[in-house]
């Protein structure tokens, strides 16, 4: 019955995150260098990644800002056609991950 009740109250959470997630970005879709939040949701409690916030401080130029909950060894690689940039976070009480 308490897990139940637990995975209610789970769901409701996220409800009431994403709802205020997106009144913030509402309100705020005029300000001028706001970030716009992305809730972010997965099992817990094995989640690193917590909130990613995006903003275009000047024309051409955008910062992406990951909010982690642990240290993470963090790797970056970049694909042609399409253009795109994964970041790969890792935590590092995560176990090694055997080479190839």
């Not at 409701?12 to 992305?38: H, P, R, S, W, Y």
């Amino acid at each position: 019955m308490l897990r139940g009740i637990y995975t209610a109250a789970s769901g409701m959470n996220a409800e009431v995150l994403e709802q205020d997630t997106v009144a913030n970005n509402i309100a705020n879709a005029t300000t001028l260098g706001f970030k716009k939040d992305t809730p972010v949701f997965e099992a817990f409690p094995n989640r690193l990644l917590q909130r990613i916030r995006v903003a275009e401080k000047e024309p051409g130029v955008t910062r992406v800002v990951l909010d982690v909950a642990a240290a993470a060894t963090v790797s970056t690689s970049r694909l042609v056609n399409p253009d795109r940039l994964m970041i790969e976070l890792r935590s590092e009480a995560a176990a090694p991950v055997p080479a190839a």
